[in-house]
């Protein structure tokens, strides 16, 4: 198969795992060029640390973000250039979009037929469209309400209010004051934008993540030779540190690393007074999961508790 192994999915392996070129050539190699399943084969080696895939950054236009008292919308909607997502015509379509979803939920066929003034949604786009001369599409949408309580948001490399490269909502619920949840929401809406957790606690994680994850360990410590009873207190441990590394609850806090975000959100009630629960999150990073050769602004992530 090493054949069909192009330079490009050499890179994006690399990009991945920080592996050497020859090593992700031949771990594609070994598993005919798929991508996941290299990257876990690369682990079982030993040869990376890589924990979860990161998702490439490949499309232009802008994530949107509105929220009420106790309900949030995160959208995404996708331009062709960068140009036309710094144009206003197209920043105001956004915002439109963001606010009609707010009322119509996160079905893109019911925001798209939610009226903004006299014109369906899907018209607006259809006319910004022919004033711009570039194609635009909505993407997706995510939800989140909470019965007592909160949505908080944020928004990273913000162009205008609400609009941006990364949109968060954080759903807090709690009988304590809002303006105390709401502070601290946005705090914790950062840290999710920055963090990128896959899920609030571990009962939350894809039992498939779960079970890929246990694989990959019991594999790498049957490969030394370790006897079955070690391998699986080394499977053990080695789940623990994958929670604090994908679950809210147990990562550490960007804004105080020493403290969990557990941790964080029991000092949080004392301001609040009253406990604290998170009900959920949506994030979107614009043009995850689009495969593009270029655009990638993975290295913004990595420094954003310290450029908010």
């Known amino acids: 198969m090493a054949e069909t192994i192009s330079a490009s999915m050499v890179k994006e392996l690399r990009e991945q795992t920080g592996a050497g070129m020859m090593d992700c050539k031949a771990a594609l190699s070994e598993t005919g060029g798929n991508i996941e399943a290299a990257v876990d084969w690369l682990r079982k080696k030993g040869l990376s640390k890589a924990a979860k895939k990161a998702g490439r950054v490949a499309a232009e236009g802008l994530i949107g973000v509105a929220v009420a008292a106790n309900k949030g919308i995160v959208v995404e909607v996708n331009s062709e250039t960068d140009f036309v997502a710094r144009n206003d015509l197209f920043q105001g379509l956004v915002k439109m979009i963001a606010d009609a979803a707010l009322t119509a939920g996160a079905d893109l066929s019911k925001i798209l037929t939610a009226k903004a003034g006299n014109i369906t949604i899907a018209d607006a786009i259809a006319d910004t469209v022919a004033k711009v001369g570039e194609n635009m599409t909505l993407r997706r949408a995510a939800e989140l309400s909470v019965g007592n309580g909160v949505v908080a948001s944020y928004v990273h490399s913000s162009v205008t209010d609400g609009l941006g490269r990364i949109g968060v909502i954080v759903g807090l619920e709690s009988s304590g004051k809002a303006d105390e949840l709401k502070a601290f ?124």
Do not use: W
């Open 185 to 308: 929401g946005r705090l914790l809406a950062m840290h999710v934008a920055a963090a990128n957790p896959q899920a609030v606690d571990p009962f939350g994680l894809d039992a498939a993540v779960v079970e890929r994850e246990r694989n990959v360990l019991a594999d790498k410590a049957k490969a030394q030779g370790k006897p079955a009873n070690v391998v699986e207190k080394i499977v053990e441990s080695g789940l623990k540190t994958f929670y604090k590394e994908v679950c809210l609850l147990e990562q550490a806090f960007v804004h105080d690393d020493k403290k969990s975000v557990a941790q964080a959100i029991k000092e949080a009630e004392a301001r609040v007074g009253g406990p604290v629960k998170v009900v959920g999150f949506k994030r979107f990073a614009l043009g995850e999961g689009i495969d593009r050769p270029t655009g990638d602004f993975g290295g913004e992530v990595a420094a954003l508790a310290g450029t908010h």
